[in-house]
């Protein structure tokens, strides 16, 4: 976990300020959900053999000897209050962003931290491919529009239980011939979770998967056609996209679609990929009944805020800065200290940014830091100022000064600021 200082803000606001715009243009909602669920929330929706629940969850009891977990994702959440509220009853899809942190207890490295940050948006209700073709547009509007060029999104399906069922069969009659060649933990995954071997980093266990069946090469008429219609959503969208079949989520709920972004930033030198996706997600038409709610179809993406900020910074976006102050307040004496705080109120509601060393006494230190800050103009409110209702303006530059009623200062300021 790590804390984000003031400078590197801007690009935090930046990735904020794109990713709700779009959000909302797209007719998205936000929600804003608790940090900490019951466990088996996401126990039950994130799958117990996946490594999110397997190494990577803080989990604790509370004072009342609930079990709860710190959010791993936001999807599970999204689900429960879909149904806790109720929200069956609104006009379909409902269609639902959020942000926030998450945590995951995996080792610490450049792209993945204990604590990190997701933006991502839900929608909820429907199941034409149209929809996830929509999402996927928005992820990729969010990433190009942060100024992260070369975007890939690799796609594929993973069928239906129906058709999934029959596939990881084939699949672990294949495994199982290889099962010497695969590393520990994929031996182990053969009986908990054997698509997760087909994203193992493992030289050995990528050269396994390269001759292993493919989920989409067996999915059932449905499924095949649904994926078939995004595909040809996506074409007509002009959104770069690649068929990857080693690609099947850590996360149990997905159904038919699923999807990440990839930069073409950070593969290295010999091409092999070890690159950190900026999110995915997917198609989860089985979740919302299985949590005890109605048969609800959805798709969503979340996209990780850290690694688009990486990119950004390694990209060299240029990320937009507040404005430096034009206008220093120095004041002199305890009575104009007390008049300046007033005055800097004036300015401040009439828009003006004011830059001020309220803290210090001396006149001279004061000027010294408005000459340091370069701002246009200084007022000074001295002892005689403040008792006769005047303010001096200095112009930096040539170093004039006039006195001016202290009830036009705002407007005069106003007048030199526009020069
Ligand atoms: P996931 O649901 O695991 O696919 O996560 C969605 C996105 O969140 C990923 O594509 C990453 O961009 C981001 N993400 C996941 N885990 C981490 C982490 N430990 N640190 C930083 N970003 C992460």
New binding site residues.
């Given amino acids: 976990m790590r804390d984000i200082l003031p400078q590197e803000q801007p690009y935090w606001q930046q990735v904020r300020r794109v990713s709700e715009k779009v959000a909302t243009d797209f007719g998205y909602q936000r929600v804003d959900l608790p940090l900490v669920e019951f466990t088996n929330l996401f126990t039950r929706s994130i799958g117990s053999g996946t490594d999110?629940i397997e190494k990577e969850m803080y989990s604790f009891s509370t004072k009342g000897g609930e079990r709860v977990s710190l959010r791993p994702?936001f999807t599970a959440g999204v689900a429960r209050a879909y149904i806790q509220h109720g929200m069956h009853i609104l006009p379909r899809p409902v269609k639902l962003y959020y942000t926030g942190s998450?945590y995951?207890y995996?080792r610490p490295q450049e792209?993945?931290?204990?604590e990190?940050y997701?933006f991502g948006c839900e929608v909820i209700g429907e199941q034409n491919p149209v929809l996830d073709a929509q999402i996927i547009q928005m992820g990729w509007r969010i990433i190009h529009q942060l100024g992260i060029r070369n975007v890939k999104v690799h796609v594929s399906s993973i069928g239906c239980p129906a058709c999934r069922k029959n596939y990881r069969n084939l699949l672990v009659h294949y495994l199982e011939s290889k099962k010497q060649k695969l590393c520990i933990d994929c031996k182990r995954k053969l009986d908990t979770n054997p698509l997760r071997i087909l994203d193992c980093k493992e030289d050995k266990c990528i050269q396994v998967r390269t001759n292993a069946p493919q989920s989409i090469d067996h999915l059932c008429d449905e499924c095949r056609i649904h994926f078939k219609e995004l595909l040809e959503y996506l074409e007509e969208l002009g959104i770069p996209f690649e068929l990857d079949s080693a690609l099947v989520?850590?996360?149990d709920y997905y159904t038919k679609t699923v999807f990440?972004?990839f930069s073409a930033l950070g593969s290295d030198d010999s091409g092999k990929s070890k690159r950190?996706?900026?999110?995915?997600?997917g198609r989860y038409d089985q979740l919302i009944k299985m949590l005890g709610g109605e048969d609800t179809p959805a798709v969503g993406f979340?996209?990780?805020l850290?690694?688009l900020v990486i990119e950004m910074k390694k990209l060299g976006v240029r990320v937009h800065k507040e404005p430096n102050p034009r206008i220093f307040l120095a004041q002199l004496g305890n009575f104009a200290k007390r008049k300046s705080l007033r005055l800097f109120e004036s300015l401040e509601r009439a828009g003006i940014m004011v830059a001020e060393s309220f803290g210090r006494g001396s006149l001279k230190s004061q000027m010294k830091i408005a000459g340091r800050l370069g701002v246009e103009v200084t007022l000074i409110l001295g002892q005689k100022e403040a008792l006769d209702g005047t303010v001096i303006m200095k112009d930096m530059a040539s170093g004039n000064q006039e006195i001016i009623d202290a009830g036009k200062i705002v407007d005069e300021v106003k007048k030199r600021l526009k020069k």
Avoid at 111 to 114: C, D, H, I, V
Avoid at 276 to 281: H, R
């Fill in positions: 999110i994702e998450c995951r995996d792209g993945r931290w204990r990190f997701q989520r850590g996360l990440e972004f950190n996706a900026l999110g995915g997600g979340g996209l990780g850290d690694r």
